[in-house]
C-alpha cells in the first residue's frame, strides 16, 4: 500500500475519532442533564406528597375548628332563641293592650332576634300607662338593658303609689343610675333608655304624658298634635343629676288616637335618597290617614315601612304603639 493511501486512511480515523470524542461529550452532557432533571422530578415528587400532607392536615384541622365553630354558633342560637322566648313572655302583647283599648296594636320589628325596644303596660285601677321604651344598643346588649328597664319600671309602680309620668321616669332614672353604678368616680357608663310615657284615665279620658327623649303623637280628627319629650334620657351622668322630667295633661276625646314610638322608625334609612325617614316623616304618615279606619293602621304602616327600607338594612329596632281611645 502506498504511504499515500495509509496517510489518508489515518486521517479519516482521526476524523472518525474526534466525531466519536465529540457526540460521547455530548451524551455525557445529556445523561448530566437527564440525571439533573430526574432528581428534580424526584425532589417536586416528595415536595408534592409533603404539600398534600400538609395540605390534608390543614383540611383536617379546619374541619375539626368548624365543628367546634359549629357547636358554639348552635349553643348561642339556642340561648339567643331561648333569651327571646323569656323576653317575649315579659312584654305585653298586642292581644293584652286590645283588652283594655280594643282599638290598638303594637308595630314590633327588632333589628336582631332579641331587642332593646320594648313595649310596656301596667293597669291600676282606672288607670292604664302605656310606654315604648328604647334601650341603649340592640341585640344582647340591648335585650339586657331592656330586662333591667322593664323590672325597674314595674317596681316603681307596683309600690302602690299612683305616680305622675314624668315622677315615674324621675324614679326610673335614679334607679337605673344606681343599678348601673354610674354614679361611681371610676364610672364611664352612660347606658340608659329613652321612653315615651302616658298614663291614661280610661273613664274621663285625661293624659299625661313625659317623654325621655321621645314624643307623643295626638291625633285629632283632621289634626295631628305632636308633644315633644324632655332632652334628658335615662340613665347616665353625663349631665350631672340635672335630670328632670315634665309633664303634659291633655284630654281624650272619643276617636282620638295616642301614638308613641321609639327612634327605630324615624331612623331607618331609605327612599330614593336613602335619607333617614325622620319624625316629620312618621308624623306625615299619620297625618294623611287622620280619617282612615283604624283597623287598617297597622297593615297600612308594615306597607308603608317595607317600601321605605326596601333592601336597605334595618339600622336599629322598630316599636309603635298606637291606641284609639
Not at 30 to 53: G, P, Q
Request: glycine residues 6%; aromatic residues 8%; proline residues 3%.
Amino acid at each position: 500500500m502506498k504511504t499515500q493511501d495509509v496517510d489518508l486512511q489515518i486521517h479519516e480515523l482521526l476524523e472518525k475519532n474526534d466525531r466519536l470524542t465529540a457526540e460521547l461529550e455530548q451524551m455525557k452532557i445529556f445523561f448530566a442533564e437527564l440525571e439533573s432533571t430526574n432528581n428534580h422530578l424526584v425532589s417536586a415528587t416528595w415536595r408534592e406528597r409533603d404539600m398534600k400532607k400538609k395540605l390534608a392536615d390543614t383540611i383536617a384541622e379546619l374541619n375539626a375548628t368548624k365543628l367546634v365553630l359549629d357547636a358554639q354558633n348552635k349553643r348561642i342560637t339556642e340561648s339567643i332563641n331561648y333569651s327571646r322566648k323569656i323576653q317575649i313572655a315579659i312584654n305585653p302583647t298586642e292581644s293584652e293592650l286590645r283588652e283594655i283599648f280594643p282599638k290598638s296594636f303594637i308595630f314590633y320589628i327588632p333589628k336582631d332576634v332579641i331587642s332593646g325596644d320594648f313595649p310596656w303596660l301596667f293597669k291600676f285601677d282606672k288607670y292604664v300607662y302605656i310606654a315604648s321604651v328604647d334601650c341603649t344598643g340592640h341585640g344582647v346588649p340591648g335585650a339586657m338593658m331592656s330586662m333591667i328597664g322593664n323590672l325597674l319600671l314595674n317596681d316603681i309602680v307596683n309600690k302602690g303609689n299612683l305616680l305622675l309620668p314624668s315622677e315615674i321616669l324621675q324614679k326610673l332614672h335614679l334607679a337605673v343610675v344606681h343599678t348601673l353604678k354610674q354614679n361611681l368616680p371610676d364610672s364611664n357608663s352612660n347606658d340608659g333608655m329613652d321612653i315615651a310615657l302616658c298614663r291614661i284615665d280610661r273613664n274621663t279620658g285625661e293624659l299625661f304624658f313625659s317623654g325621655a327623649h321621645r314624643p307623643l303623637f295626638i291625633s285629632k280628627q283632621n289634626q295631628l298634635e305632636c308633644y315633644s319629650g324632655d332632652k334628658f334620657p335615662i340613665g347616665g351622668v353625663q349631665y350631672k343629676g340635672k335630670n328632670t322630667y315634665t309633664d303634659v295633661c291633655l284630654k281624650l276625646e272619643k276617636s282620638d288616637r295616642v301614638i308613641i314610638f321609639s327612634d327605630g322608625l324615624p331612623d331607618q334609612i331609605g327612599g330614593e335618597d336613602k335619607r333617614k325617614l325622620m319624625t316629620k316623616g312618621v308624623k306625615e304618615f299619620f297625618e294623611k290617614r287622620n280619617n282612615s279606619p283604624f283597623e287598617i293602621l297597622k297593615t297600612d304602616l308594615e306597607s308603608e315601612f317595607a317600601a321605605w327600607k326596601a333592601n336597605n338594612k334595618q339600622i336599629d329596632d322598630v316599636l309603635l304603639m298606637a291606641i284609639e281611645f
